[in-house]
């Protein structure tokens, strides 16, 4: 049966504002599918954006919806989460914004543990301002800001969370369609701050400078460099060059945030803890 | 019953000022000289089920509070100088989203690092513009610890009320000086707030204008859903460019705490012995408490002057300054900055009197010896 | 999570109802080119569904339409 997204959508909010193969969309659609799967109620959800393309997503969910500042999701949500901890809290936005402006909020959120779920669009390139370099552009890539070949180091967002203290890490990209919605309904599911990497496309921005012939091409590239983490066991380093490994990176049980202020509020009022 | 007295230091009577209010969220960030509410907060918040977070930095202590403020709940953040302008952005936010919070901000010198243990008033006009963009702006100036006590309940009131950032401005003379407090009965101070939407959940707009200037704000995880983001937005609180509702929204927001009313309900003075006076004394925060220490031994002389003290500082007090400045023979401004509401009093009067700044930025505080040879020197 | 061999599959039951709301159709083409049978082809920038009878039912043009522009109705 064709997936009723419609009852997950504001009513006139389509089409998008999303350029012609972004994969921003097809992340939405899996985002969608999984909150559908864990059951979420649209009261009782946050889903919490900072600035840029993917941060728009929340504006077209019938949720409770909050597009903050450039960077502050993370933080924003912290305020949510904590004042509200009945809610699920998800976080959305791109590699520039969760990485570069908005790092600090990002590690810190993973520091806590606390029981969010951050889905971040990995499209290599600040897409609204016009295809800059972010922290997650290739080195040696273009962008309109690296005219000749990028020459910054890379972030490994998910190495980043993993190493901040996130206790849930995937990765995944939007050819994985199914892989999408698999992966951010377990970071729903998994109690503490899960972050789900999805490698995205960014044709307008990025692929146009880098000789990428069509988003087709993009999407191609995508699939053809994605090695599952079961499989990489198998596969000599010589054969993962230039690969990304997706599916659960990382996953491990250590107390959360909200629960261990919980036990501070029992303290503060004579309570045994 | 005896009323509680304590003796308590002004950052000491803020904490507990908010917690009168109904304070339930804090989120701080470490800064001299506004540690102690942080850490009165820390202490009390979770003893009545409140959160108390620190975070990792000043931006992400305004972005948690106003996340917080979302989900319903009566926020607070603390800083100082160089924090609240890393909060400038996230101020506008909340402006533009109209989200209730209170800063307190503990005025050292500036610009930046300054000198953090030591006092100062260079705030005021970042109170007014520090955020980018045309906005509101409500701010409260206490000059005791009693004040900013009674002060700090008001600003959440206001807060609630008109449903944006109110910031309270205290210097750090204030903020570490050690006052007797009377702790007002519950009930005794009034506790607003704010209004909740009565319209069916389909129909909620969080910016409808038919519950006029004020539109009634919905929280997260109640029966009603909205969207709120920074962008110039329509009354549905979806993003808009169309000029006609950019327009409407951004002089609505500015007009909610600038119209007549809402001046009458916002603004708070003191006035001591301005109706005969020749020479009047603007003064705010602990400056006010040189300024009258210095209008007594001057009336001693035969001096007629008197003093003028905002306590909302923003709104500025345009009427009443401007009526003074038509009564007075000259308008004297000291404060701990280079003549900054100096500047402000020099355009409501537009001339009609001499305005004279005394600005001291050396870390010390402005004495009254310095405002007596000023007015004398005028007289 | 590769796409079905075209090959390999059977078809099964009723052709399917493909719609295309040509209004949100951005026209990245990514249906058309990852549709294991060929059903779809890009005309003028608007995805067309030209084969329908050819249809396995596998989904990945509704799942990859980053536009919320196709839906397979299967029943």
């Known amino acids: 049966m064709a997936y009723d997204y419609e009852k997950s959508i504001r009513p006139g909010k389509l089409p998008h504002i999303w350029c012609p193969g972004c994969g921003h969309g097809i992340v939405m659609k899996g985002l969608i599918r999984a909150m559908d799967s864990c059951g979420l109620e649209k009261n009782n959800t946050a889903l919490v954006s900072g600035i840029g393309c993917a941060s728009r997503l929340p504006g077209y969910v019938d949720m409770c919806t909050l597009h903050t500042a450039h960077g502050r999701a993370a933080a924003f949500a912290t305020g949510v989460k904590m004042a509200k901890p009945e809610m699920t809290v998800i976080c959305l936005g791109g590699d520039g914004d969760g990485t570069a402006i908005g790092g600090n909020h990002f590690i810190h959120a993973c520091r806590r543990n606390i029981d969010m779920t951050y889905v971040i669009m990995n499209n290599f390139i600040y897409g609204m301002t016009g295809g800059q370099f972010s922290p997650c552009t290739p080195t040696g890539m273009k962008a309109s800001t690296t005219p000749y070949g990028n020459p910054d180091p890379t972030f490994d967002i998910s190495k980043l969370a993993i190493g901040a203290g996130a206790t849930f890490v995937a990765r995944t990209t939007a050819f994985h369609a199914t892989q999408i919605d698999k992966l951010i309904a377990e970071g729903i599911k998994h109690k503490g701050m899960a972050v789900i990497e999805v490698l995205d496309d960014c044709p307008t921005t990025y692929g146009r400078r880098n000789k990428f012939r069509s988003v087709v091409d993009m999407m191609k590239k995508l699939k053809e460099n994605a090695v599952p983490v079961q499989a990489a066991s198998k596969m000599t380093a010589e054969q993962l060059q230039g690969k990304f490994l997706t599916g659960v990176l990382y996953k491990e049980d250590k107390p959360e945030y909200i629960e261990q202020y919980a036990k501070v509020i029992a303290k503060a009022q004579g309570q045994a803890s | 019953m005896a009323k509680k007295v304590a003796l308590l230091q002004g950052n000491e009577a803020c904490a507990h000022g908010a917690l009168y209010a109904g304070a339930k969220f804090f989120g701080g960030y470490p800064i001299t000289p506004s540690t102690e509410v942080a850490e009165v907060l820390s202490i009390e918040l979770p003893k009545v089920g409140g959160k108390f977070i620190q975070m990792e930095d000043e931006i992400a202590a305004m972005a948690s509070i106003i996340g917080a403020s979302l989900t319903g709940a009566k926020v607070i953040t603390a800083t100082s100088g160089p924090g609240v302008s890393l909060k400038q952005e996230l101020i506008g936010y909340a402006c533009i989203a109209e989200v209730p919070c209170v800063i307190i901000n503990v005025m050292r010198g500036g610009p930046s690092t300054g000198m953090p243990t030591g006092p100062g008033q260079s705030d005021v006009m970042q109170a ?180 003028f003290r905002p306590i909302t500082l923003w709104p500025f007090p345009e009427k009443r300054v401007a009526l003074l400045g038509k009564q007075v023979k000259a308008i004297i401004v000291p404060e701990m900055n280079l003549g900054q509401m100096n500047l402000e009093v020099e355009r409501v009067v537009k001339g009609t009197c001499p305005v004279i700044s005394i600005g001291r930025v050396d870390g010390e505080p402005l004495n009254p010896g310095q405002i007596i040879a000023q007015v004398k020197e005028v007289k | 999570m590769s796409s079905p061999k075209a090959e390999a599959v059977q078809k099964t039951g009723a052709t399917p109802r493909i719609e295309v709301i040509e209004r949100y159709c951005k026209g990245c083409s990514i249906c058309a080119e990852f549709c294991p049978t060929k059903v779809l082809e890009m005309e003028t920038f608007v995805v067309k569904v030209v084969k329908p009878e050819a249809c396995i039912k596998c989904m990945q043009c509704e799942l990859r339409c980053p536009d919320f522009a196709i839906k397979v109705h299967t029943e």
């Open chain 2, 128 to 307: 007014r513009w520090g955020t980018h963009g045309d906005h509101a702006a409500i701010a409260l100036v206490p000059a005791s610890c009693q004040e900013i006590f009674t002060e700090t309940v008001r600003a959440f009131n206001l807060a609630e009320k008109y449903r944006m950032p109110v910031q309270v401005l205290y210097d750090e003379i204030v903020g570490h000086m050690r006052e007797r407090i009377v702790f007002p009965e519950p009930g005794e101070l009034e506790v607003i707030d704010r209004a909740k939407p009565t319209v069916p959940p389909e129909q909620y707009k969080p910016y409808d204008t038919s519950f006029g200037d004020v539109p009634p704000l919905a929280a997260f995880g109640s029966e009603y859903r909205f969207h709120v983001t920074g962008l110039n937005k329509a009354q549905d609180g979806f993003p808009t460019t169309k000029a006609e509702y950019v327009d409407a929204e951004e002089r609505r927001q500015i007009s909610k705490v600038e119209n007549e009313k809402a001046r009458a309900d916002i603004e708070s003075n003191e006035e001591y012995l301005t109706e005969d006076a020749e020479v009047l004394i603007f003064a705010y925060g602990s400056t006010s408490r040189s300024a009258r220490y210095a209008v007594n031994e001057l009336r001693k002389e035969g001096i007629k002057a008197g003093l």
